[in-house]
């Protein structure tokens, strides 16, 4: 500060920053990439531990029996479920009444508002069952969850045997200090959602639920388990929920904590921790793994049905598992026994879970990134605007004052510059035109879509997808030179006013974003390298995945993909609430059309 | 405290012991009577678990209200007998509970208390300064019953207006000699218990309170104990009064946990003891069994078998039970010991599932909504009856820190607006008192009645945080009084085993019966800072204020002006070399 009240000093630290302008910004950006990409290098990372004291040093004991019996059931419900075509409501009423539970359902239907092709649904109707085991003298306030989907077809049977086995163990313990809920819920989000909002009666999503008979009081934790065959080979741990939230970290090092007590494998992201850090494949191992839950959480949407109980404040993680070819093999019995000791541990606690992190990156599942870490990255992205900004402030104000300099104060480079000497209204125009662009892209594509289909041979889903694109690409070929009608001939300073305008709209957007879902801002980063359209960004995004995920696609399928993401999009949108679409359409694409625009000033 | 209520109760129990009545002194004055009674009720509930209600009531004919002061305590305990005329209490109501009652399950139960403690008291119309006196009270109280009953402070008392009235005799009806408390987040345990039975004539040597043992009654899934004093009349005129010292202690045992997932009951099974003897103090020691749903034993066997049986309508509800006097030797057979047997005949079904009842009156609440800065509390009433309706008291207590926006309060039945025809509503005072709602509603038959309204969680002062406040805050039940037209009333067409001439109208005086449902307490969490937080905003705002400020400051006030650039050396030499010649400067 000292430095900014010596005028000459200022002067000479202006000059060289503008001077040095693209250098720094240079610099800038690579140390931004290098510090990103040197968070998943293990030396610079810390161990996940156990914060949480009620839940660390405790001892537990597991001793669940009944695996075979767990899934024996579970192979009835398949039978049932297969016999009623859906959710065999009345067998699990019964079964879960048989079990001790108090048992409950709940209907719900939804009108979504275009087919979701990929999961083949429009109209959807369900029901949920949930049953309450009562903790003994306790008094209703506390709860956990347990839920199961029931998914069409052969999917999730053992998840459902699982949680029933639990269910009449877990009835016969003593220990019980919080109300367990099992949860069967159809229609896996979409039934998910319906239970949530009764649950909490609120309504959010315009969905239709009949409200809940019985609670168990405010949700401490939730686990969702996804189980498709009787072995498992290992267990993997999925965190990102809705608009990239993610439950607290003791949740995931309770889970990692117990698979090594018993000994099962597990993974995050599918991939399995790997001590060969010092070497090159160690390494890019661990960056794979961070890049997947980078690109999951900026999907803003829930990669599992934990995914809708974090906007309720309430920890939730899936577990699913996964049979491959490995040869060691793990039994329901010891799956059942590792969720027992997670449950007993969260019964435990006396708190919600607050002790550890609610915003890291995990390269592995026993390493962690925090937001402290994390955040330098993003400030040395962020700088690069900023720099670029007081670049294109001291452009602006200095050349009237350049030739005065003599008998001016040196004040004057820093006192008001002549913003308004463009006209506000050639900087108003480009901007007003942006963004009602952003809003018929968000609201066009859904409202449309009978028109579209009335007049195109496409079906509604490809209405709406190809109507957002059309809009997208629409938005690009718009006269973005109107002001031009209205002030007259596009100045030079006009030009360097809309870039100072939009450089700054995107730094103010970015840091925003960063405080909301810190993975989203580097596929907006895109935006800072040039001209980098947001729609090839989401196209690169897609298949950048597919590579991680090693299921690699060509340009054909791929691009199959990146139309049925858009359509997800929006029906995440419409039905969870999730913000990336009204984010992206609202904010970001105008913010984009202005660097578009800049483009094509003169 | 503990020892001194042990000498007390000590000082109480053993002349008795040592075997003189006290009718049998002549020449002292004559001493009070006083009168020890004891009762077990067992009733197997529905869902297969099993419940255990002993009452214990000791009446003494002694005048706590007059002017001279007792001092010969026999069997009413010295402790509480003491407190009584000390603090001028006419009516004195705790409760400890551990659990909810599960009403959807277990039907009503005998005595119905919220979760965690309840304490109200009734002051004679002589105390002058209520507060003060409460205050106290419930520090003593606190003592002798090893609970945090000190905790309730102004912040968590209220003087509800109708919902409590006195369940002695007298005629005082001014509320403001009642103060009412729950402590929703009081644990209870055997520290609880301890005193608890200290009280009794008998401790826990003889009698039904051998069956008192605390592994036993903390295994279950209920546990409830209290105690009730009230003026009672002593004679059918009523001229005098006599103190009544009701002890009750409430236990539900599980069928799958205490059970093993057999429906087989046994007094061994749920107590680990048997009966020998009853309590030789007891005027009348008596052990019923609810054998109502088993007029012919086809549902369950009772051994040993007792031929007394006895009627009562309980709850609205006519019910059968079979006696055991444990004041006759009879009673426990050849063994010496009564273990009570209840083996249930189906053998292979022995787990019935479930279902749930539909009791005439139920309630449930929940916090609605989600976030941390607002919220709304839903409180649903369910009339089961049929074709009547009628009015229930609601009395709700919220602490200040949920703000109610008592514009929001809405009560809706079967869709349709449902107007209190009364409302008592004190509105809170920041750390100072809580929120009191009490409304007189009407339930329409057949319904759900939902009682909403908003709230606006209040940020505390980093103080008034508790040690774990992340957990939440406790907000205690509410409270549902209510007129519940009884069962008895209901079946005008059954003619079972009564004359055709007592069943033609339906009004009878046991038409309708008093009934209080508490719902279940809130948890809430209101919004908690980080409390390793205030290190770093002290950190941050020093150097903010340090640095930041400080430069700006200096840059703001600061006057900048040209300063000429001091002339270099060789230029000054030059001048005072110039200066002497008398030439110009340079």
């Known amino acids: 500060m000292g430095l900014l009240s010596d005028p000459n000093r200022r002067r000479a630290l202006i000059g060289m920053l503008t001077r040095l302008n693209a250098p720094i910004c240079m610099i800038c950006y690579m140390a931004g990439v290098a510090w990103f990409m040197g968070l998943a290098f293990e030396p610079f990372t810390l161990r996940t531990y156990m914060s949480e004291n009620a839940m660390g040093s405790t001892m537990v004991e597991e001793r669940f029996p009944a695996g075979e019996r767990a899934l024996a059931t579970g192979r009835e419900f398949a039978a049932h479920k297969k016999k009623t075509g859906g959710m065999p409501v009345d067998w699990l009423v019964r079964t879960m009444q048989a079990r001790g539970l108090e048992v409950y359902t709940q209907r719900f239907s939804r009108k979504l508002p275009f087919p979701d092709e990929d999961k083949e649904r429009y109209m959807v109707k369900g029901t949920n069952v949930y049953g309450i085991l009562r903790a003994p003298r306790a008094p209703r306030t506390e709860a956990l969850v347990l839920s199961a989907p029931c998914s069409p077809g052969n999917e999730n049977n053992q998840a459902v045997g699982i949680l029933l086995g639990l269910a009449q163990y877990f009835r016969s313990q003593i220990y019980w200090a919080k109300d367990i809920i099992f949860l069967v819920n159809e229609h896996d989000l979409i039934g998910m959602q319906a239970w949530l909002e009764g649950y909490h009666h609120t309504n959010t999503t315009g969905m239709d639920w009949s409200p809940l008979q ?148 995990m390269p592995s599942l026993t390493r962690f990134v925090s937001i402290g870490y994390y955040m330098p990255a993003f400030g040395l992205l962020a700088l690069i605007l900023l720099l670029r900004a007081l670049d294109l402030w001291v452009q602006l104000s200095s050349p009237p004052t350049r030739t005065t300099e003599d008998a001016c104060p040196p004040l004057c480079p820093l006192s008001a510059p002549q913003p308004a000497s463009p006209g506000v209204l050639s900087i108003l125009t480009p901007l007003v035109i942006s963004h009602l662009t952003g809003v018929a892209l968000y609201t066009l594509p859904v409202l449309s879509q009978e028109l579209a289909v009335e007049h195109f041979p496409v079906s509604e889903t490809e209405a709406v997808v190809l109507t957002a694109i059309a809009i997208y690409t629409a938005g690009l070929a718009l006269p973005h030179n109107t002001h031009r009608l209205l002030a007259g001939e596009g100045t030079e300073q006009g030009w360097k006013v809309l870039k100072l305008v939009a450089v700054l709209y995107l730094a103010v957007l970015l840091g925003c974003t960063a405080l909301i879902n810190f993975s989203l801002v580097f596929p907006e980063r895109g935006l800072l390298v040039g001209v980098n359209d947001p729609g090839l960004t989401l196209l690169f995004a897609v298949f950048f995945f597919q590579e991680l995920q090693e299921t690699p696609v060509t340009l054909q399928e791929g691009w199959m993909l990146y139309l049925s993401v858009i359509s997800q999009g929006i029906l995440d949108h419409a039905l969870y609430g999730s913000l990336l679409y009204p984010l992206a359409a609202l904010l970001v694409y105008p913010c984009w059309l202005l660097f578009w625009n800049i483009l094509f000033w003169k | 405290m503990i020892a001194i209520t042990q000498r007390h109760v000590h000082d109480a129990a053993v002349p008795p012991l040592a075997g003189d009545p006290p009718a049998a002194d002549p020449p002292s004055p004559p001493p009070s009577k006083d009168d020890f009674q004891e009762e077990l009720v067992i009733r197997p509930l529905h869902s297969g678990d099993i419940y255990a209600s002993f009452q214990f009531r000791t009446v003494w ?281 209840l083996r249930w005949k189906n053998s292979h079904n022995n787990v019935v599932p479930p279902v749930m009842l539909r009791p005439l009156l139920h309630s449930e609440r929940y916090v609605a909504g989600y976030g941390l800065q607002a919220g709304e509390i839903h409180t649903l009433i369910y009339n089961h009856h049929p074709y009547r309706a009628f009015p229930v008291l609601l009395l709700s207590a919220v602490p200040w820190y949920l703000r109610l926006y008592i514009h929001t309060l809405t009560v809706s039945s079967k869709g349709k607006d449902n107007r209190p025809s009364y409302i008592h509503y004190q509105p809170s005072k920041d750390r100072e008192r809580p929120h009191l709602l009490e409304m007189l509603l009407q339930l329409p038959p057949n319904s759900v009645t939902e009682v909403t309204v908003e709230f606006e969680r209040a940020l505390l002062k980093w103080t008034e945080y508790t040690p774990d406040p992340n957990h939440g805050f406790y907000v205690g039940s509410s409270v549902i009084s209510a007129l519940v037209p009884s069962v008895v009333a209901m079946d005008t067409n059954s003619t079972l085993d009564r004359p055709l001439f007592s069943s033609f109208f339906p009004c009878k005086e046991e038409a309708s019966y008093f009934m209080r449902v508490y719902t279940e307490p809130l948890l809430v969490n209101l919004p908690t800072p980080d409390f390793s937080m205030p290190y770093n905003v002290i950190c941050l705002t020093c150097t903010v204020v340090a640095v930041g400020y400080g430069s700006l400051y200096n840059l703001l006030t600061r006057t900048f002006q040209v300063d000429e650039p001091s002339p270099g050396l060789a230029k000054r030499i030059a001048n005072v070399i110039r200066r002497f010649r008398g030439v110009p400067l340079l």
């Not at chain 2, 408390?181 to 608890?196: D, F, H, K």
């Not at chain 2, 997932?261 to 609810?290: H, I, N, Q």
Request: hydrophobic share 35%; aromatic share 10%; with cysteine.
């Open chain 1, 214 to 361: 019985g609670r168990g009081g405010s949700i401490q934790a939730a686990l969702s388990l996804e189980l498709s065959s009787d072995v498992v080979t290992s267990l993997d741990l999925v965190l990102e929920g809705l608009n990239g939230q993610l439950p607290n970290l003791d949740l995931a090092n309770l889970f990692y904590a117990f698979c090594q007590k018993i000994g099962v494998l597990c993974t995050t992201q599918g991939k399995l921790p790997r001590n060969d850090w010092d070497t090159t494949s160690g390494y890019s191992h661990a960056v794979q793994t961070m890049m997947l839950m980078v690109l999951k959480q900026a999907s803003s949407r829930p990669w599992g049905d934990h995914g809708l109980f974090l906007r309720y404040h309430i920890e939730a993680a899936s577990i699913k598992g996964v049979n491959s070819f490995r040869p060691y093999k793990t039994d329901a019995t010891t799956v059942g026994r590792l969720l027992e000791g997670m449950y007993r541990k969260l019964n435990n606690l006396l708190e919600r879970l607050h002790q550890s992190y609610f915003f890291y990156l």
């Open chain 2, 61 to 341: 004919d002694a005048d706590f209200m007059g002017d001279q002061k007792v001092s010969h305590y026999r069997l009413f305990p010295k402790s509480l007998g003491q407190v009584i005329t000390k603090f001028s209490v006419r009516e004195l109501h705790i409760s400890f509970t551990q659990g909810y009652w599960r009403t959807m399950q277990w039907g009503q139960p005998y005595l119905p208390s919220p979760p965690g403690a309840e304490l109200w008291v009734w002051f004679q119309d002589t105390v002058t300064d209520v507060d003060g006196t409460w205050k106290e009270l419930t520090n003593v109280l606190s003592g002798i019953f090893c609970a945090s009953l000190n905790f309730i402070d102004s912040t968590n008392t209220v003087q509800p207006s109708a919902s409590f009235k006195p369940l002695g005799i007298g005629n005082v009806t001014d509320h403001s000699f009642l103060r009412y408390a729950t402590l929703p987040r009081e644990i209870v345990c055997t520290e609880n218990l301890t005193p608890w039975k200290k009280l009794l004539p008998c401790g826990s040597k003889a009698g039904l309170s051998v069956l008192l043992k605390s592994e036993k009654l903390f295994h279950s899934t209920f546990h409830s104990q209290a105690v009730h004093v009230r003026p009672v009349c002593q004679d059918p005129q009523c001229r005098t009064t006599s103190m009544e010292l009701r002890q009750t202690l409430n236990v539900v045992f599980d069928l799958h946990t205490s059970g093993q997932g057999k429906r087989e009951w046994s007094l061994f099974k749920m107590f680990s003891r048997t009966l020998t003897e009853a309590c030789p103090l007891a005027s009348s020691s008596k052990v019923y069994v609810d054998v109502t749903d088993n007029p012919q034993g086809e549902q369950f066997e009772l051994s040993p078998a007792t031929p007394l049986l006895t009627q009562a309508v309980v709850l609205g509800d006519r019910r059968t039970y079979s006696v055991y006097d444990l004041t006759q030797q009879a009673s426990f057979g050849s063994s010496r010991s009564l273990n009570m047997l």
